[in-house]
């Protein structure tokens, strides 16, 4: 078994995720399984080979240039125009949970 | 005007010459939707309003004697991960359910643009993950051709609605096969284009790196039409690019004689149905005898394709779904005293089982101590896929393949095993991390009448080429 309970715990921490006791156990065995199944890219040696993060940087761009370069096209003016204005606050603040006339409002921070 | 078989260019041409007008087409369908989906639950979220003020706008433009764009007043469905103004969005989950976005997606700000009527959003897996639709915070979508079989996913609703003619077509979202895979399922049309063809502003993220808008429609035409009004660079997306937009549609009947056409042994090996296969064989037969050159190709690492997308796809989505964190328009738990027990417990409450599934794994294989050994494996393992395309294409035009392993399954049947409910992807995930289009098209029914679907992988920004294929095929059927 590669991940324990232990790691359950860790990672649901991580990602502000709580999880019933029901939850974990099924989290503890699909993990598990999933990963032995994972396991089969180890079969591959890749000391060699990059790591591809996007798409974007080799097709439909000028691949004669390099880096941000190629994705000049990308790059606009820093103005407003053409683009969204910003949101009035009331629209901004229409979805929230809980909100005042301009700010989100939320428990207090400084305790954990 | 009964919805029935209506095309684009039917329902168009039908309002312009005054034998319907788009406020009647727009009734029809929804009379359809309040008969039918009440058993199929494609739709979550009905715009009528938004639907009416539009048609009657279509509808000012025909009797004033106007030039209509060009989907003047088709009603269409919007999967309901892509943002409406206005309208409820809620990508399938309950952590969404309140969730009114203030602005369009573009996508769908450019169909309504060229005259569609955006009748509502179409229930899917929540935030898009899963492949018979059956993980949606609001209940199953069922198949229109046998209602106790999954419509495929995500955009399940999305192929459903098109299939039981509740819509003349539908935007979905393809992250992993979620276009492609309920288009084989329920018989229609799905594709995916290139990485960066189409806009991805307003679409709820689900992984960055691999997620796509497309059209699901009833004919290829179709899908080629609806590429051409929604492709194209967006000044709110930089991953879109600014390579020009050609006419899909004009190409769509150019000849195929003579194009190079690949059949690669991994996508015919073990796990493929018998029916399916003989199906897709038969279809590659048929485009043989159009005059297509069939070619063996290879793609040695396709056996490797699901566990490097389950793992980006997961690391991504991860840190995307960071953002439902009860503060800024996500559900929130009540009675919390702290900031922390806010976002678990908000969490916890909102996301279903197969989301919390996927941001522990992603979360995993990005955490200190995993991060080489999984996502770094997988980007690199991604390199290796993308360069069995990038070597077959130098041989061939388009590659054929099955769109899924197997016709609709059950519901239920494969909702307890989350592995085996990834391998329905088989044969998708690999377009999807190589950012090169797909198309699904139907190529024949099982023995239990159950749609099967061929799918034409082409070049990146190639899609006339697919869809020319897809259209030969289709008028030879």
Known sequence: ?112 | MEPISLTIEGARSAIQERKTTAVALADAHYARIQKEDGQIGAFLTLSKERALAQAERIDRMVADGKPLPPLAGVPVGIKDVMSTRGVRTTAGSKILETYTPPYDCTAVARLEAAGAVVLGKMNCDEFAMGSSNENSGYGPVRNPRDLTRVPGGSSGGSAAAVAAHMAVFTLGSDTGGSIRQPAAFCGVVGLMPTYGRVSRYGLIAFASSLDHIGPLTKTVKDAAIVLRTIAGRDPMDSTSTDLPVPDYVAELDKPVRGLKLGVAKEYFAEGLDEEVRAAVEGAIEKLKGLGCEIVPVSLPHTPYAIPTYYLIATAEASSNLARYDGVRYSHRARGVRTLSEMYRRSRDGGFGTEVKRRIMLGTYALSAGYYDAYYLKAQKVRTLLTRDFDAAFTKVDAILTPTSPTAAFRLGEKSNDPLAMYLADIYTVTADLAGIPGISIPCGETREKLPIGLQILGRHFDEATILRVARAFEQAA
């Open chain 1, 1 to 112: 078994m590669k991940v324990t309970e232990k790691d359950v715990t860790y990672v649901a921490d991580l990602a502000n995720l709580e999880l019933t006791e029901d939850e974990r156990r099924g989290m503890l065995r699909d993990l598990n399984s999933i990963l032995d199944y994972v396991d089969r890219l180890n079969e591959l040696d890749t000391s060699n080979v990059p790591p591809m993060a996007q798409v974007s940087d080799r097709y439909g761009v000028d691949e004669a240039k390099q880096g941000s370069e190629r994705f000049a096209y990308a790059v606009r003016e820093d103005v407003l125009e053409g683009l969204r204005r910003s949101l009035p606050h009331s629209e901004a603040l229409a979805n929230a949970p809980d909100a005042d006339d301009d700010f989100f409002r939320v428990p207090k921070v400084i305790e954990r």
